[in-house]
């Protein structure tokens, strides 16, 4: 494990590849350590813990991803600590690297992986998991965690599917779930200490000591017991101090992890090209589709004057024109109104633009628009009113009118936008080919309006819809899936009652997916230990980039799928249309993410009746479970403060980043 960087080699390969910018490394605000910028111990033991981190995708996804990023931040402030990252490969290269015998590596030291301490893997979706098989091949990782030595790295994932990491139980030594930014330095103050100790126990031990915090998963540690129809009957620890639930990590004062603080500015291009700070964290709006924000409770603001350290150190560090205000919600924040004005004053005249790159339609009003357009940049308006009918919204618990998006759409139009984008779902829980086909109507009366406000005709919306798949942690996690058939016959028959419409259907632009990709979400969301069979099978056929439509292939799956469960009783159906039962065991009860399951299953008994819960933001506590049992709390303005002028600003962006 030498930590020797493979840059040589690597360099006569990038010109026969696409994008070789990828693999180059040395953005602006990247880190490379020394290898042993830990020390050793009186015995020379090593004190460095070295990360690897993963977004498994291709670099220009994973890149600008803010949670690698903090990561990346917060170990490298580490005086006995490291951490790099490595994204997925193309084709073109993984083919290239097995034909000239190098490793998987990483983009800032170009190290191989394998020599690293920890393989650490963010998943925000379930769709990088084959990427996450080629990487582990790549470093001369075994794929099953069962077969690995005290050679090789600890594998441990996180992010948003940790909340289920059963499917691939088989691969991961060990799932950090929530918040990741203290979670990390907790795991690496026990890999460092028990490294000065002489690696006691091998791997078994340290993973031993992880999972006595009661906040990481070790699936070897944990038996799953199946009944004869094929549902969990129990999972049970096998080891002694491990916990029966693994408690999720969350961080309460965001502004005492103002992070990242020196973002990294890509080389090549990526999806978001901007500065981003997060204003706050979690959501308590109750949408029951959204894993997001069930699993992220409470909400947690960053004060006003936090957002504006990090906006003018991020600025500076940087040279972005662009700032995106983060969060589920962020018109949500309480205080964004002062947030957004104070910003456009301090930025006025450098060309600095806002963005809310997530706004609910009840939340944005004229005078938010009017700061977000103060500086003359206008990116992108998208509203989510997700359902298109007011019935299928209370289903949904989306607080949302028609006359909520009407009034919404006619304040961004009169301030001068000429397109919004407007997302939906379809395959909502009780839904109809009604409901569905109510979006056309709502996108007409959308241009209408548009129109009368503006003035001219020259005023477009477009239409992007999802096929809906239910997560768990949420309401809808008992729910049947609308199969692809189903799916893509009530988008076909949308979007053809758009096309029909003479007067407003060429102002009204139309995306969506067909519902194939969906149903394999939902196998890799739902799915248990069995799953991880298919995912195996369909990377051993060829599985690369199963979230990019050219990469994707339904039908790898499906053959897969009915290969590996072959002689079990369950199949695709099982794990996607099936509806679940009250009592049924689900495959991720073990992880705690707060949430009372009582309490999800009377919000899924309420969605079924149409019933609608406030958000406890504002109303009495709903007794979800998260902040009594978590002994957190939400944490919400008005602080009173302000966001006062900085002196150095005003005379252009030149100035103020020489400042």
């Not at 690297?97 to 490793?103: A, C, I, K, W």
């Not at 947690?300 to 205000?325: C, D, H, K, Y």
């Not at 503006?454 to 199969?483: E, M, Y």
């Amino acid at each position: 494990m030498s930590g020797e960087t493979i840059f040589p080699a690597l360099e006569p390969l990038l010109e026969k590849v696409s994008k070789p910018i990828q693999y180059v490394g040395g953005e602006l605000n990247s880190t490379v350590k020394e290898w042993q910028v830990g020390g050793h111990g009186p015995g020379g033991e090593e004190l460095t813990v070295r990360w690897a981190l993963m977004y498994p995708d291709a670099y220009e996804v994973g890149v600008p991803n803010q949670g690698v990023m903090i990561l990346y931040e917060v170990l490298n402030e580490r005086p006995d600590a490291l951490a790099e990252r490595t994204y997925a490969v193309w084709p073109d290269m993984e083919a290239l690297l097995r034909e000239h015998g190098l490793p998987q590596f990483t983009v800032d030291g170009h190290r191989p992986v394998g020599d690293f301490d920890v393989f650490g893997l963010s998943f925000s979706t379930e769709l990088g998991y084959t990427n996450m098989l080629t990487a582990l091949d790549l470093a001369g990782i075994p794929l099953h965690s069962s077969e690995r030595t005290d050679e090789h790295p600890l594998v441990i994932m996180g992010g948003h599917a940790s909340f289920n990491p059963e499917p691939v139980a088989d691969f991961v030594d060990a799932a950090i779930v929530g918040d990741g930014e203290e979670a990390v330095l907790a795991a690496t103050d026990i890999i460092g200490e028990w490294k000065a100790q002489g690696r006691p126990g091998g791997r078994v031990e340290v993973l031993r000591r992880l999972a006595a915090t009661g906040g990481v998963y070790v699936p070897a540690f944990y038996d799953v017991d199946y009944l004869p129809d094929g549902r969990i009957q129990r999972v049970v620890p096998t080891e002694s101090g491990v916990p029966w639930r693994v408690d999720k990590h969350t961080v309460m004062d965001l502004d005492e992890w103002p992070y990242p603080k020196q973002p990294l500015v890509p080389l090549a291009e990526s999806v978001h090209e901007r500065m981003s700070v997060e204003i706050f964290r979690g959501c308590t709006r109750g949408c029951r589709f959204c894993q997001a924000g069930m699993i992220t409770r409470p909400v947690r603001e960053r004060s006003i004057t936090g957002i504006g350290e990090m906006v003018e150190q991020g600025l500076q560090a940087t040279g972005f024109e662009e700032v995106g205000l983060l969060s589920l919600s962020s018109a949500d924040h309480s205080e964004i109104g002062d947030v957004a004005k104070g910003l456009a004053d301090r930025y006025e005249g450098t060309n600095t633009g806002l963005s809310l790159p997530s706004t609910r339609v009840d939340a944005f009003n004229i005078d938010l628009a009017n700061e977000l357009t103060r500086n003359g940049r206008r990116s992108g308006l998208t509203f989510a009113p997700e359902g298109g009918s007011e019935r299928i919204r209370k289903v949904i618990n989306k607080m949302v009118t028609e006359e909520d998006l009407i009034r919404t759409v006619s304040a961004a139009y009169g301030a001068g936008w000429r397109q919004v984008k407007l997302y939906f779902m379809c395959g909502l829980p009780t839904e109809t080919d009604e409901d569905v086909l109510q979006i056309a109507e709502v996108a007409k009366r959308v241009i209408e309006t548009g129109r009368e406000v503006a003035g001219h005709n020259d005023i477009r919306c477009t239409v992007s819809i999802g096929g809906f798949v239910p997560k768990p942690h949420t309401p809808f996690q008992w729910s049947p899936q609308l199969g692809a058939e189903q799916t893509d016959e009530r988008l076909h028959k949308l979007r053809d009652a758009i096309r029909a419409d003479k007067r407003y259907g060429r102002s009204i632009g139309f995306r969506y997916h067909d519902g194939r990709p969906g149903i394999v979400e939902g196998l890799l969301s739902r799915g248990d230990r069995r799953v991880g069979r298919v995912i195996e099978q369909v990377w051993r056929d060829g599985g690369r980039f199963d979230g990019w439509s050219e990469y994707f292939s339904y039908d790898r799956w499906m053959a897969a799928a009915e290969k590996a469960f072959e002689g079990t009783g369950v199949d695709v159906d099982w794990f996607t249309t099936r509806e679940r039962e009250e009592a049924e065991v689900l495959p991720w009860d073990h992880i705690d993410s707060g949430l009372d399951k009582e309490w999800l299953w009377q919000d899924w008994l309420d969605a079924l009746d149409e019933t609608e819960v406030e958000d406890c933001r504002w109303t009495p506590c709903f007794d979800c479970g998260v902040c009594p049992q978590m002994g957190t709390d939400i944490e919400i303005g008005p602080t009173g403060k302000q966001l006062l002028p900085l002196t150095v600003l005003g005379s252009g962006k030149e100035s103020m980043v020489r400042s």
